[in-house]
Every structure is written in structure tokens, then in C-alpha cells.
């Protein structure tokens, strides 16, 4: 074959994007995500199960050369974040070298979340107090979702001392702490904050607050922030009324909350850096010289040179 007609055919090529989640519906702002980023097609896949991965991936890289395997990429959506991360794993496993692909995983958006969350958090306690998150005692409200979940696990690997809390007891959340150290071995206490007194306990022992909750659920009240001496920054991603911290605005970017010194973020503040960051990965994806793969690691990677 001409050596320049194969070059027009490989500058020719349409980058493609699949993508795949269990759900019944594919997310519309994941899927306006990727086009906005640059890829030219996105073709959804629902209720697509973990057994089902190794085939569609197959599927996908054999049907173009390996050198074509840059311009074609997966992306894993859902709700769950251990699915996400099992069918990362099955789609690496999938691979057959030379014919490769990229491989994203953002479930719910919430890998890129917790990554803004955890970065802007690191940049507030920066820039007020002159220290990072080794050895911060970090208390996630919602951890139980996938926002908390990867928030809790991104703190923890580097370094802060973690506690999830559970609005229904121990039970539950005990379980995914367990089950975070042992896919990530990370040390994630578990605490029962199903009463407002032992929410105020409990943010009475900590550095810094987070809040994941579903939207609309108020978790943290005035009182109990006031009565937290040792707190220097609260975070919400909740951006439907009522906040999940009472008087955090939506905007806020390490403003102290009225009548205390603690610093406050807000979901709109988040939200930008999660915005740049799943952006900047597919960017990253579509640009690439060969195929990547992309988790929560690399979205806070990315993350932490965004936020300011």
C-alpha cells in the first residue's frame, strides 16, 4: 500500500468514544462532556454488566489497527465505584497487545468530584494554615455514596487520618471501610452519626468536614460548626437547596462561614474543578500518543494543578 495514501487514512480517522454503564440510561452530561472535549462520536451502551466487558472491549480493538487504538476510547459510567474499578480491571485484562484502547472510569461523575473536593480542600488548607493533608483528621458525611466513597479514599492514601460516617448507624459503613482497605490498603475509620449529637462529636475531633449526602439534605447545622474549636474547613458538593452545610453559599472559595473562622467550599467552587478536570482527561485521552487508563488517582492528579 502507499506509504501516503496509509498516512491519509490514519489522519483521517474518527476518534470514537463507547460508553458503557449498567444503568438503564447513559448520563447526558458525561455524554456532553466528551463531545465538548473533542471526540467526534459517542455511542452509549447501557445495563451492560461486568461480564460482559471483556467482549465489548474486544469488539472495540480489533476492528481497527493498533495503531488506530489512540483514536478509539471507553468510558465507564454508573453509580458504583467498585463496579467501576472491577470493569476498569476487565477492560485492561481485555487488551491484546498491540491492539489497545484508553480506558476512563467516572461513575456518576464522582471520580472527578471527590478529586476537586479533596484538591480544593488541600489548596484552602495551603494557602490558611501552611499545611497539607498528611495527618489531617478528615471527617466524610455521605460516605456511603460514590462522591464519599472516592473522596474518603483519596484523603486517606494521602495520608489524612479519615473517619466515614454512616446516617444509619455503623452497620453499612463499617463494611466499606473494610472494604476500602482492603482493595486500597487504606486505614478509614467508621462512625455512627445518625443523631445530631454524635455529628457534633464528632466534628468537635476534626480538622476538616466534608459532605457528599444527596442533593437537597442539609447535614451539618450553624450550632454544630460553632462548636467545633479545632475545624479549619468545611466542604459541600450539594448545590440543591437546602446546602448540606447550613450558611456555606454556593460559591464559596475558602471564605469564612459567618460568626466562625472556618473556612467554607462550595459546590460551585468544586464543580469547576471537576468540570476542567473530567475535561482535561478526555482532552488527555484524545490526545495521547498511545492508549491510557484513567481512575480517581489520575483525575486527582490532574485536579490538584487546577484548583485554586
Known amino acids: 500500500m502507499d506509504a501516503t495514501i496509509e498516512k491519509d487514512r490514519t489522519l483521517s480517522r474518527k476518534t470514537i468514544l463507547h460508553m458503557f454503564t449498567p444503568l438503564t440510561h447513559m448520563s447526558p452530561f458525561d ?10 462520536h459517542v455511542v452509549p451502551y447501557t445495563e451492560v454488566t461486568l461480564g460482559d466487558i471483556g467482549n465489548l472491549v474486544q ?7 493498533p495503531d488506530a487504538g489512540v483514536a478509539t476510547g471507553i468510558f465507564l459510567a454508573g453509580k ?3 463496579l467501576a474499578l472491577d470493569m476498569l480491571d476487565a477492560a485492561k485484562k481485555a487488551m491484546v497487545p498491540p491492539f489497545k484502547v484508553s480506558v476512563f472510569a467516572d461513575p456518576a461523575g464522582s471520580f472527578t468530584t471527590a478529586a476537586a ?6 489548596k484552602t488548607l495551603s494557602k490558611l494554615h501552611g499545611r497539607d493533608l498528611k495527618d489531617a483528621r478528615i471527617v466524610v458525611f455521605g460516605a456511603t455514596g460514590v462522591v464519599g466513597y472516592c473522596t474518603a479514599v483519596i484523603a486517606a ?9 454512616g446516617h444509619d448507624g ?3 459503613v463499617s463494611s466499606i471501610a473494610a472494604s476500602m482497605g482492603k482493595r486500597f490498603g487504606v486505614t478509614v475509620e467508621a462512625a455512627d452519626g445518625s443523631t445530631d449529637l454524635k455529628k457534633t462529636d464528632l466534628l468537635q475531633r476534626s480538622d476538616v468536614a466534608l459532605t457528599a449526602a444527596r442533593a437537597g439534605v442539609q447535614v451539618l447545622s450553624k450550632a454544630q460548626l460553632s462548636s467545633a474549636p479545632d475545624l479549619l474547613v468545611v466542604a459541600d458538593v450539594n448545590a440543591v437547596p437546602p446546602a448540606g452545610v447550613e450558611g456555606l453559599t454556593v460559591n464559596a472559595n ?3 462561614l459567618e460568626g466562625t473562622t472556618i473556612a467554607g467550599i462550595g459546590p460551585l467552587s468544586i464543580g469547576n474543578v471537576k468540570y476542567k478536570t ?3 482527561l478526555f482532552e488527555q485521552m484524545i490526545k495521547a500518543e498511545k492508549p491510557v487508563a484513567f481512575d480517581f488517582q489520575d483525575a486527582f492528579a490532574l485536579a490538584r494543578g487546577l484548583a485554586k
Do not use: H, W
Not at 31 to 40: P, Q, R, S, T, W
Not at 117 to 122: S, W
Open 59 to 65: 469488539d472495540a480493538i480489533f476492528s481497527r489497527p
Open 80 to 82: 458504583d465505584a467498585e
Open 254 to 256: 475558602g471564605e469564612n
Open 170 to 172: 455503623l452497620v453499612r
Open 31 to 40: 455524554v456532553n462532556m466528551a463531545l465538548d472535549a473533542g471526540y467526534e
Open 117 to 122: 473536593m479533596v484538591a480544593k480542600v488541600e
Open 157 to 165: 492514601k494521602e495520608g489524612a487520618k479519615v473517619t466515614i460516617v
Open 278 to 280: 473530567q475535561a482535561g
